[in-house]
């Protein structure tokens, strides 16, 4: 692989209730090294279950297929580049219900862990950052001050 550093998965962070259903995205950046395939596995915590996935709208386009195999707490997501290699940016939008048991205050981590294989098979693992789901009250209400004027 040479210089080029590894890929990273991001999984993003959310606020919200408990009891509601917040979006969470894995986010691909390739940092110079292109994948074909990925396959993430997610840990949600006590206090998050996973509802479903779809398809982020950079996967939409560049016609990736996936997989989804897995259940709560652990799904795996499986992602195939139809036509050359992954695109970066959004590949899944994934529902996740915050579950009455959750309390205010929680922060509660989604772990990943994943692998990926370049366009001459090769596995590598893939750098990933997981996700947190901050557990509030109120959602805050956040107004642009320049939007106002």
Known sequence: ???????????????????????????????????????????????????????????????VIMKTTGRNPSPEFELTARDGVLPEGLLVSLDVEITKE????????????????????????VEREGGEVFVVEEVPVIACFFYMH
Do not use: C, H, W
């Not at 205010?104 to 596995?123: I, N």
């Open 1 to 63: 692989m040479g210089a080029e550093a590894q890929p990273l998965i991001t999984v993003s962070t959310a606020v919200e209730k408990p009891g509601e259903t917040v979006k969470l995205s894995l986010i691909l950046g390739s940092r110079g090294t292109e994948l074909r395939t990925l396959k993430v596995v997610l840990t949600f915590p006590g206090g998050l279950e996973y509802v479903k996935a779809s398809l982020g709208i950079n996967a939409e386009i560049a016609s």
């Open 102 to 125: 959750a309390k205010v205050g929680d922060t509660l981590k989604v772990a990943a862990v994943a692998t990926g294989t370049v366009p001459t098979g090769e596995t590598i693992e």
